[in-house]
Every structure is written in C-alpha cells, then in structure tokens.
C-alpha cells in the first residue's frame, strides 16, 4: 500500500485524496469477478440459525481421530452433502437454460494476512471423507499463504463457502455470488443466545446458535426450493453424528 504523498494537491468532490491505491493481483481479480457476480445475477439471500452445541460438541470430539478439523470442515461437508439433494443451488445458467453441475466442488474462501481474498476448491466435497477434507484444506491454505497455489487449487468450483465466525461481532451478512455459481453460504459465529426451551424448568435456556446467510442467483432457484435447502442443511447440523460422523 503506497503512502500518503505529502503535498497532494488532487481531490474528489472537493476533498483531498491521502493516496491513490491501484488495485493490483488478487484484490483486482477479486474486485471484477465480485462486480460481475452482482451484476449479472438475480442475487437474493436468505438467513436461517441453527443450534450449534450438538456440531461443536462433535468437532471437539472427533479431534481425538481427525487432528486439525474445525467447524469450517464439518461445514464444508455438511454443505456438499446437503447440495447434492438440492441439486438445483449447485448449477450455473447459460442462454436461458439451467446447467446442473454433475461434481460439487466447494470454495473456501481465504481472508490473507495482506487482507486480499481468494478461495480454495476442494473438489468432490460429497465424496471426500472428513480427514481428507482437513489434509486439503490445509495445504491448500499453506500454499495460499506462500504464493505456491496451482490452478487446480482455485479453478473449478460449483459452489463457495465463506465463514467469517472468527470475527467477534459480525453475525450476518449477504455474500456476493461468484459468476457460474447459483449459491454462496455464508456462516458466522456461534454465539450464546437464550432460546426456548420446554425440557427446561424455566422454559429457556442459552445455547450457542449459529447464523448461517445463503445468497443464490433467483433466475435459477426460487425461495420455497431455497428455504428447503436451508432446512435440511440445518438438520444436517444439529444432527452430526448420524450425517457427519465420517
């Protein structure tokens, strides 16, 4: 990022710019495909919670066997699983014809310590046991961190999952769609929230929930199809050990 010039004399509307900071590699990538996926999709985005105390009992349990594995990865499962019953969110449009991907290949996407943004592909999302989930996603990451990322390692995803629970306030957001994908999912932190609760003598109780965005292109999926995604993913979630035991 170049420093202020001192002296500057160009201004906007009147005001003086500090510096003009050209967008280069990554974050210019990133601006364009952004800009295209919000201009050239009929973008909506749906929220849903889920009881997230039984899924992080899970991570915590299942790192005895699968070192490594986070929510993130149990996520990414989830999702794959989820949208291989609602084939419909795993798709793209093309001269007014709807084209159903046959693979779910799920990008992650990346926050770098320079603060440019790029996404991962784990490719056969559905089919990939967990540890192999947790084995690619790191090396992927470690390469993202070098500069050593391949074209396999970012080309040829159907789908993104974009998790920003590590920030401490932001609970929802909407996503941007990626150009030739009908769906993002957006998940953020499980944060503590007094529910009701009847098996309680109070009625209520406080347990972490997890928020959970999905913005999808409403040319090819309408909101009723949407929603029933959102639920099943849901229960996917609240039920890990029947669905994500592997």
Not at 58 to 72: E, M, V
Request: proline share 6%.
């Amino acid at each position: 990022m170049s420093a202020p010039q001192p002296g500057a004399t160009d201004s906007i509307n009147g005001v003086p710019v500090a510096r003009r900071i050209p967008l280069r590699g990554i974050q210019r990538i990133v601006a364009n495909r952004t800009l295209a996926g919000i201009q050239s999709t009929a973008h909506v985005t749906a929220m849903a919670q889920v009881d997230a105390e039984a899924l992080l009992a899970h991570a915590r349990d299942r790192r005895s066997t699968i070192p490594g594995l986070t929510l993130t990865h149990l996520l990414i499962k989830a999702a794959a699983a989820c949208l291989r019953k609602h084939p419909r969110l795993n798709a793209t449009i093309e001269d007014e014809t709807v084209l159903e991907y046959a693979e779910v290949n799920v990008a992650v996407a990346l926050a770098l310590p320079s603060d440019d943004l790029l996404a991962v592909v784990i490719k056969h999302a559905d089919e990939r046991p967990l540890a192999d989930i947790v084995t690619e996603l790191s090396a992927r990451q470690q390469r993202a961190q070098t500069g050593t990322l391949a074209k396999d390692d970012v080309h040829g995803a159907t789908v993104t999952l974009s998790n920003y629970g590590m920030l401490r306030t932001v609970t929802w957001a909407t996503p941007a769609l990626t150009p030739g994908q009908a769906a993002v999912l957006g998940f953020g932190r499980a944060a503590p929230q007094m529910v009701a609760d009847e098996a309680d003598p109070k009625g209520w109780s406080v347990r972490r929930v997890l928020p959970i965005s999905l913005t999808y292109d409403h040319r090819i999926v309408n909101g009723v199809p949407a929603g029933r995604f959102l639920d099943d993913l849901a229960q996917l979630l609240e039920e890990p050990g029947q669905h994500l035991a592997s």
